[in-house]
């Protein structure tokens, strides 16, 4: 009898210890929760008035940054108005593409299949000497300049003379004509900075077109009204010294019968200097 005394008695023990543990744990995770409660209110204060005072600093130093910017780029610009005050001449020398008159002056094929008495004379061996020029401007202000350009291009090739089976029987050499263009320009800034600048210039003048060729006319040498337009222009350079890159066309043409340019010299690059 005294053996299940002693069980219960020490099951009951067990019970009364355990659930004294329990509650002893019960309050401890009480009091850490409320611990942690008032940790993290206090943690959202200061995340609050951190926040508050790099939004501040944010502020102020983009303001900064902007005055500070502005100083800079009035700085720059006037030192590149005082440039072009000081140096208002423009002196340059280009190259300009020919692709109008690759595409429309280029080899003809002759036949090869008719009879030998066939005689035809075919214009073959073509030569292109691209577009030169010479460009005075003069800056009447910072935004807009007056000048001339003088622009050269030229076509060669041979005249060859074959019979039905395509046997060449005479060749003449060295055929060509020549445009020469004299343009007055006025060319519009409309961006400076120190080292990039960018322009469009409108230039209208005349072409002086000459050569081995005759026209409908039988003249050799004839005039017609000339227009080149720059769509854009980049100058990159600071001082004395720059070089360009346009793109626009050259347009030149007498009549619906005689067109010696649609869209020639599409892109340029030049060099030049502030006299």
């Known amino acids: 009898m005294c053996l299940p ?66 100083q800079l780029r009035d700085s720059v610009r006037a030192e590149t108005f005082a440039t072009i005050d000081s140096m208002p001449h423009e002196l340059r020398i280009g190259w300009g593409d020919m692709l109008f008159e690759s595409l429309v002056w280029h080899e003809e094929h002759h036949p090869t299949i008719l009879p030998t008495e066939y005689i035809a004379t ?48 005479v060749r003449v050499k060295n055929q060509n004509f020549h445009n020469i263009i004299l343009l007055p320009t006025i060319r519009f800034a409309y961006f400076h900075s120190e080292y990039v600048s960018l322009y469009s210039a409108l230039g209208l003048g005349l072409n002086i077109n000459t050569g081995t060729e005759t ?7 004839t005039l017609a009204p000339a227009v080149n337009i720059s769509l854009m222009s980049v100058r990159v350079g600071k001082g004395r010294w720059y070089g360009m890159v346009e793109l626009g066309g050259m347009f030149s043409l007498m009549n619906s019968n005689e067109v010696y340019m649609l869209g020639s010299r599409i892109c340029t690059a030049s060099v030049g200097c502030r006299l």
Request: glycine share 4%; aromatic share 12%; charged share 25%.
């Open 215 to 221: 026209d409908y006319k039988g003249r050799t040498t």
């Open 122 to 169: 075919y214009k073959e061996h073509y030569r292109y000497t691209q577009h030169w020029y010479v460009e005075y401007l003069y800056n009447m202000g910072y935004w807009y300049s007056v000048g001339m350009q003088v622009d050269y291009s030229g076509v060669l090739w041979d005249n060859v003379t074959r019979n039905g089976q395509g046997t060449e029987l």
């Open 5 to 70: 005394s002693a069980a219960q008695t020490l099951i009951v023990e067990d019970s009364l210890a355990i659930d004294s543990v329990i509650v002893q744990d019960t309050v401890i995770v009480q009091d850490t929760m409320m611990e942690s409660s008032e940790v993290h209110h206090y943690q959202w204060s200061d995340v609050r008035e951190m926040r508050d005072s790099l939004r501040s600093i944010q502020r102020t130093t983009r303001t900064r940054m902007n005055m500070e910017v502005r």
